[in-house]
Structure formats: structure tokens, C-alpha cells
């Protein structure tokens, strides 16, 4: 009976996020995401009588020759590209201060890019990861498949709680070698120190594919409540720490250690031309997408 109840929650779940991600694909994002990411380039499609107006470099002369009257060679973009979904689903992925976690706003947002890939006729595929790769799945087309994908991202259950980011980075240069779109949603905690540590492998991977940072974060680890002593446990250690939140130079170095880490992170990404974008839990995630696809 439980396991009856699980099933079907889970596909309500399913349908939930297909419902909402397919409406705005079909609606928001049909156009930003085509012009956003352009195909592998132009391909010959037909010929075409000259009309006037046409490029003369276009001209087929060998067929022009053959009709005695000009033809011009028609072109059109290469569309299809194959779009990857690089998803931490590390332990600090389950926190949520407000209606929902960040693994749960990390899937809605991994389905509308999804949703949007294949409507485009593009492959998707997705690695699941925590401090190593716990699953992929190759990339296909169809909606069966991204359903899958979406099942995978609510119920998943990971081997392992830390965050390796890099570790990820460099399962899927190997792994994949036709250069494609790559969307990195994570938290992006992996530091060591003020510094993110994994800067040679998104170095690697942004010069073999084409990647954009999502960032997906929540209040409530930015911001400490003046709440007094509590214990503040670390969801990828399980290492517990009692903390006076309502010590004004606590919360001071607590606030320029994210600080200090915030900016590091920028810094990278800019270092190699790296699209980002930030998404709070409990914000509506369509307009940031929607600007970042125009900035691109």
C-alpha cells in the first residue's frame, strides 16, 4: 500500500511539472530558446529560381547552366544539437526555507529546459551528480524520455551527500565528445576556503562545450534569522555546530564569508565567458531564464 502511495505521488509530481514546463515552452520560451542556441551551423537545402533581391553568391551555376535561366542555392541552420543537464544532487540540494526545496525548483527548471530542447528537436541527456557522477542518462529525444528525466530528478536517491563539482565536470568531458549545450543547476557550494575549487575542469569543459550556470540558491542559508543559539547542521557532513544568531559579529563574518565566496564565483565565470544566472527558491524562475536566453 505505501509503495502504491509513493507511486502515485511521485506521478502527480511528474504531471505537475510537465504541465506547468510544457505550457511555458510552448507559450514563453519557443522563440528564446531557438534564437538563444544556435545550431551546428548552415546547410545546403535546395535551389530556387533567382528572384529579385537574391544574393548573386548564392547563384548555382552549374544548374543555372543546365536551365539557361539563374538558380540560387538555398541554405538553412542545422538545428539539431544535444543539450546536457549537469545536476547536483548533493545533500544541500534538499534544503528549502519556503514551499519547496532547491532540488525540487532544480527539477522544474531542468524540465522547461528539457521541455524546451526537444521541441527543438534536439537531444537531452543528464548527469546526476553529488561528490562523483551517481547517474546518466545518455541523451535521446521525446517526451517519454524527458519524462524520465524528470522521474529521475524527484527520486533519485544518491549514494553519497558531498559536492564535487569538478569531479562531475570531468565524468562528462570524457564522457562526452560531440560538443553540445551544457547546463550546469546546482547550489555551487564547493569551495575550498573563499574559493571555488573547481576552476581547471570548468576551464576544460567551457572550451569543449558551450556551458551556462545555473545557480540555484535559498534565503534562509544567505541570510541567518536572529533567532539566538541554534544548531546549525551541515546537510553533506552531518556535522552539527551550535550558533548565536543573534551575535551581531557571528553573523558578520558569517555574511562575508558568502560574500567573499559570491564574488570569487562571479570572478570565474566571467574568467571564461560562462552565461550565469541566480534563482532563488522561492522565486518565479521564468523571467531570469527568459533574460538569460536574451542576453545570449
Do not use: C
Amino acid at each position: 500500500m505505501v509503495l502504491a502511495v509513493e507511486a502515485t505521488e511521485l506521478l502527480r509530481q511528474i504531471r505537475k511539472i510537465e504541465i506547468r514546463t510544457r505550457g511555458l515552452t510552448r507559450h514563453i520560451f519557443a522563440g528564446q530558446y531557438h534564437s538563444a542556441f544556435k545550431g551546428r551551423g548552415i546547410a545546403f537545402s535546395e535551389v530556387r529560381e533567382y528572384q529579385f533581391g537574391d544574393d548573386i553568391r548564392t547563384i548555382d551555376w552549374n544548374v543555372t547552366a543546365r536551365f539557361n535561366h539563374p538558380y540560387v542555392k538555398v541554405f538553412e541552420e542545422e538545428r539539431e544539437l544535444t543539450v546536457l543537464l549537469l545536476v547536483d544532487v548533493s545533500g544541500s540540494a534538499v534544503f528549502g526555507s519556503r514551499q519547496r526545496t532547491k532540488r525540487v525548483r532544480i527539477a522544474e527548471i531542468a524540465a522547461l529546459l528539457a521541455f524546451s530542447a526537444i521541441q527543438n528537436n534536439d537531444k537531452v541527456g543528464a548527469v546526476l551528480f553529488s561528490d562523483r557522477p551517481e547517474k546518466f542518462i545518455p541523451p535521446k529525444k521525446g517526451r517519454q524520455h524527458i519524462l524520465r528525466i524528470i522521474r529521475e530528478l524527484i527520486e533519485f536517491q544518491p549514494e553519497h551527500q558531498a559536492t564535487n563539482i569538478g569531479e562531475a565536470m570531468r565524468y562528462l568531458t570524457n564522457a562526452v565528445k560531440k560538443r553540445s549545450i551544457v547546463f550546469l543547476i546546482s547550489d555551487m557550494y564547493d569551495s575550498q576556503g573563499n574559493q571555488p575549487r573547481f576552476e581547471d575542469q570548468l576551464k576544460i569543459i567551457a572550451r569543449k562545450h558551450d556551458l551556462i550556470a545555473v545557480r540555484v540558491l535559498d534565503k534562509l542559508e544567505r541570510e541567518l534569522p536572529r533567532a539566538g543559539l541554534l544548531f546549525l547542521q551541515d546537510p553533506e557532513t552531518g556535522q552539527l555546530a551550535l550558533a548565536d544568531t543573534a551575535d551581531r559579529i557571528f553573523r558578520q563574518k558569517y555574511q562575508q564569508h558568502i560574500q567573499l565566496y559570491d564574488e570569487a564565483l562571479k570572478d570565474v565565470f566571467a574568467r571564461y565567458g560562462i552565461d550565469t544566472v541566480e534563482i532563488a527558491t522561492d522565486q518565479d524562475y521564468v523571467p531570469p531564464l527568459i533574460q538569460l536566453f536574451k542576453k545570449r
